[in-house]
C-alpha cells in the first residue's frame, strides 16, 4: 500500500504565508505526477498545482504567481508554498499522487486525508 501524509495546514491571515508538506510512503517502485488539490465548502475539489517526475508544473490560474509547488524525488515528498494568501484560499488541502508499487505494475492514484487552509483575519 502507498500513504500519503501531509502537514503544513493552518490558520493564517490574509496576506500570509504557509507552506503544505506531503510525503509518499509504503511499497513505491515509482512516483509520477505529484499534485495538490483543495476543496472549500460548497465547492467541488480542484486541482491546484501539479507537478511532473521530470519537473513539468502546472498552477490554475487563481494561484499563479502566488503559489510554488516542488518535489524531491529521491524522498517522494511534494511542498506547497502559499504566500500572498487570500480569503478564498480557505478550504482543506490535499495532496495527491498516481506511483507504481513494488508489487503489481499498475498506474494508481492516492490520496492524503487532507489539511485544513484557513485564510482570516
Known amino acids: 500500500q502507498v500513504q500519503l501524509v501531509e502537514s503544513g495546514g493552518g490558520l493564517v491571515q490574509p496576506g500570509g504565508s504557509l507552506r503544505l508538506s506531503c510525503a509518499a510512503s509504503?511499497?513505491?517502485?515509482?512516483?509520477?505526477?505529484m499534485a495538490w488539490y483543495r476543496q472549500a465548502p460548497g465547492k467541488q475539489r480542484e486541482l491546484v498545482a501539479g507537478?511532473?517526475?521530470?519537473?513539468?508544473?502546472n498552477y490554475t490560474d487563481s494561484v499563479k504567481g502566488r503559489f510554488t509547488i516542488s518535489r524531491d524525488n529521491a524522498k517522494n515528498t511534494v511542498l506547497l508554498q502559499m504566500n500572498s494568501l487570500k480569503p478564498e484560499d480557505t478550504a482543506v488541502y490535499y495532496c495527491?499522487?498516481?506511483?507504481?508499487?513494488?508489487?503489481?505494475?499498475?498506474?494508481?492514484?492516492?490520496w492524503g486525508q487532507g489539511t485544513q487552509v484557513t485564510v482570516s483575519s
Open positions: 495527491y499522487c498516481n506511483a507504481v508499487r513494488l508489487v503489481g505494475g499498475n498506474l494508481i492514484d492516492y
Open positions: 509504503g511499497s513505491i517502485f515509482r512516483v509520477y505526477t
Open positions: 507537478i511532473t517526475r521530470s519537473g513539468e508544473i
